[in-house]
C-alpha cells in the first residue's frame, strides 16, 4: 500500500500550486492533520493543465481524514485528488 507522511502531504500540494495543476490541495487545510501516513488510494498519469495539453504529471487520490474529525479514533474520510511532478513521485517510488 501507497502512503505520503504529513511532509509529503505539504510538499506535494505546495508543489501542485507552484506548477498550477488542476488538483490541488489548500496547505492551511493539511496543517491540523495529526503526523502520520495518508493512503494513496488511486493514481494515473495525468497530461493536461487547464484543458491544455502539458507534461506528464501524476494525479493522485488521496485518503484523508476530514478537519472536523482529524485526530478521532474513527474518523469521517474524504478523498482529494493533488496533482504532482513526475520527479516528485518517483523521489517516492510512486511512479517508474
Known amino acids: 500500500m501507497r502512503h505520503l507522511t504529513k511532509a509529503q ?3 506535494a500540494a505546495q508543489l501542485a500550486e507552484k506548477h498550477d495543476y488542476n488538483r490541488q490541495l ?5 496543517r491540523p492533520l495529526p503526523e502520520g501516513k495518508y493512503r494513496i488510494v488511486f493514481s494515473r498519469i495525468h497530461r493536461h493543465r ?4 502539458c507534461e506528464p504529471h501524476l494525479r493522485l487520490m488521496l485518503q484523508l481524514p476530514t478537519v472536523e474529525t482529524a485526530g478521532k479514533k474513527k ?3 474524504c478523498y482529494p485528488c ?3 511532478p513526475l520527479a516528485f513521485a518517483r523521489s517516492l517510488s510512486l511512479a517508474a
Not at 50 to 53: I, L
Open 9 to 11: 502531504l505539504i510538499q
Open 50 to 53: 487547464h484543458v491544455r495539453p
Open 82 to 84: 493533488v496533482d504532482v
Open 75 to 77: 474518523p469521517d474520510w
Open 26 to 30: 489548500e496547505t492551511e487545510l493539511l
